[in-house]
């Protein structure tokens, strides 16, 4: 299993980031996969995740309203769409993958990419 997040950037405050994850050698039909983020300092954060069976998503509280997370399985691709973005959303930005349904427990994923940073500062 191998994961590859990229997208991230130096944002404004209010601005919007799409971040992909890519991921290869296996199938999003069997794997759900979670956005977790770690900003400087603290500990990893569980953000958003979509279901293998049927794409069903999750969001944490702190993101509601404000990221949408969504998948291509033709393409094997995983995105987190990010709107208004606030400062307190800059971190490193991980996509994580473990069997079938989604967790809120980070520690639960199984395969992590590398990670991708996000920056929002005016």
């Known amino acids: 299993v191998q994961l590859q997040a990229s997208g991230g950037g130096l944002v404004q405050p209010g601005g919007s980031l799409r971040l992909s994850c890519a991921a290869s050698?296996?199938?999003?039909?069997?794997?759900?996969i979670g956005w977790v983020r770690q900003a400087p300092g603290k500990v990893r954060e569980w953000v958003s995740c979509i279901s293998a069976r049927d794409g069903t998503t999750y969001y944490g509280d702190s993101v509601k309203g404000r990221f949408a997370i969504s998948r291509d399985k033709a393409k094997n691709m995983v995105y987190l769409q990010i709107d208004n973005l606030k400062p307190e959303d800059t971190g490193v930005y991980y996509c994580a993958a473990r069997q079938r349904v989604c967790n809120s427990d980070w520690l639960q994923y199984s395969d992590w990419g590398q990670g991708t940073q996000v920056t929002v500062s005016s």
């Open positions: 050698d296996f199938s999003l039909d069997l794997h759900a």
